[in-house]
């Protein structure tokens, strides 16, 4: 059996997945924050930079553990847009023996509707902690793809959970997008849309298969935002299927998530628990495509 490991160091948290046979047999995270400040200070802060490190190892030992025949590890916008990010890069390195590669916000979008949609037609929202991108493929042509500094980290570093601030950075951050030739559904992916979806089915535990493939509508989405804003961050926390760490920041992500959809006429987007992740084991060969 052939066991392979990918891990992707985000500005919210780091994430292992586990492939055996090109199947995924779990995917697991530490909440680390690696994006913390960089809304305003433009460097990772030393103490996020130790956690995300440490949790990086970790997950390259629990991989050699579970007989991982190779780790690797990529990382997308806190570190390739902070002006210390080869320090981290190196700590990584120090602790484990690791080479991260660091990737570009277009490669990013690639990746996703890679892991997403396979070869197949439809465009992708990846909501994550520092940047958002959407990408867009149209008979078989991409036809748009673009990164934005934008994410659930830096919402809360710079709005908190203050809805109108919070409202008034979406609807001017998502003109850096200009117009988008959306055709056919459109998708949403990453660790805001995922948790969203699972709130909305009322799930007890999660469960990847029955979140992809769950229909959130615009009107939805404004629902979910304006609820989580009138919940307490405790209150949110207490929620079934809250992942450690998201509480403070998905109220932020339902509101970028709404401003998105009504800004750039989407009417629905279909969830899927398929990411990076899987587009980069698929870009590698350990994985085909849906």
């Known amino acids: 059996m052939k ?29 680390t924050r690696l994006g913390q400040g960089l809304a305003t200070s433009k460097q990772l802060q030393a103490d996020a930079i130790e956690r995300s490190a440490t949790a990086v190892a970790e997950f390259v030992a629990q991989a050699k553990t579970d007989g991982a025949e ?5 990382a997308t916008a806190a570190v390739r847009s902070a002006t210390n990010g080869q320090t981290f890069v190196d700590r990584v390195f120090a602790l484990c023996g690791l080479n991260v590669e660091v990737i570009a916000g277009e490669t990013e979008a690639e990746l996703g509707i ?6 197949d037609d439809g465009f992708v929202v990846d909501v994550g902690g520092a940047s958002t991108e959407i990408v867009g493929r149209v008979r078989g042509e991409m036809v748009y793809k673009k990164s934005v500094d934008v994410g ?21 951050a998502v003109k850096a997008y200009g117009t988008i030739p959306i055709v056919g559904k459109t998708y949403a992916i990453g660790g805001t849309a995922t948790t969203l979806a699972a709130l909305v089915l009322g799930l007890t535990e999660y469960s990847s298969e029955r979140v ?16 989580l804003l009138e919940m307490t961050v405790e209150e949110i926390a ?37 990411d990076n992740l899987e587009g980069y084991a698929i870009r590698r060969g350990w994985m085909e495509s849906v």
């Open 3 to 31: 066991k392979f490991a990918v891990i992707d160091i985000g500005s919210n948290s780091v994430r292992l997945m586990f492939v055996a046979d090109g199947k995924v047999l779990y995917k697991t995270l530490q909440t």
């Open 70 to 74: 190779r780790t690797v590890a990529f």
């Open 114 to 119: 890679l892991g997403a949609l396979g070869n």
């Open 152 to 172: 659930v980290v830096r919402l809360k570093d710079v709005c908190g959970r203050d809805r109108i601030a919070l409202q008034q950075y979406a609807k001017a």
């Open 212 to 227: 992809t493939g769950t229909v959130l509508t615009v009107e939805t989405m404004q629902t979910m935002a304006d609820k």
């Open 238 to 274: 207490e929620l079934p299927c809250m992942p450690s760490g998201r509480a403070d920041v998905l109220a932020g992500g339902a509101v970028w998530l709404a401003v998105l959809m009504q800004e750039l006429g989407i009417s629905e987007i279909t969830v899927s628990d398929r």
